[in-house]
């Protein structure tokens, strides 16, 4: 089965379980917001005993629910996260084996590492996804607002806190200039609301406290 590929650009804010939404409506670019959807999310995350995956800043996961429920792994690059996807219906959920990772996604990653992978973390999330817009009615970015509840699996951990999420759509800015001055825009709205920057680059690191 083929894959499909995409490449996320986004920035990710922490904020307090009160803070209140920005109006993204102030973007350049951005004519109007649509009403959000609501979303039910549960990503259970794999890797080696020894974290071959985490050395080589990838991230597998199997997640159910929202537009791109399936098999993802995700590689961080300068440009911004590659993502390749797969159906939750690759490989007959494991193809009967011991291997909780389909094939597909095994040979995905085997420059990198090699079975057995294990889950590591369980990320559920209740989460409010809002539309921007131009003034055609095309997609400039995705906001997110997310309600996450964690579990680290070899800790035995479980941890919540609410983020926020921004993804460049197929309007949005593609020069590097205009491209920060987007963001820039983003950021100074987020702070007027009281939120900041995340210090932490994946919902998968925060589950494992990193």
Do not use: C
């Amino acid at each position: 089965m083929v894959a499909e590929h995409s490449l996320e650009i986004e920035r990710k804010y922490d904020v307090d379980d009160d803070s209140p939404l920005p109006d993204w409506s102030a973007l350049p670019g951005v004519a109007l917001v649509r009403e959000p959807e609501s979303r039910s999310l549960d990503a259970t995350y794999f890797d080696t005993i020894d974290g071959a995956l985490a050395r080589s800043a990838i991230a597998v996961r199997r997640r159910e629910g929202g537009p791109d429920s399936g098999w993802h792994v995700k590689r961080s690059t300068p440009e911004g996260k590659l993502e390749t996807r797969w159906p939750l219906t690759i490989g007959g959920e494991g193809g009967g084996s011991a291997e909780p990772v389909p094939a597909e996604v095994v040979a995905e990653v085997a420059s990198s590492a090699e079975p057995p992978f294990a889950p590591i973390a369980r990320v559920r999330n209740q989460r409010r996804a809002f539309a921007l817009v131009d003034a055609d009615g095309e997609l400039v970015a995705e906001f997110v607002d997310d309600r996450v509840l964690a579990d680290d699996l070899h800790a035995a951990r479980q941890t919540r806190w609410r983020e926020w999420e921004l993804e460049l759509g197929p309007r949005g800015p593609q020069e590097g200039s205009a491209r920060d001055e987007f963001f820039r825009a983003a950021d100074a709205l987020v702070i007027a609301a009281g939120g900041r920057v995340s210090s932490s680059s994946s919902k998968l690191g925060r589950a494992l406290g990193h």
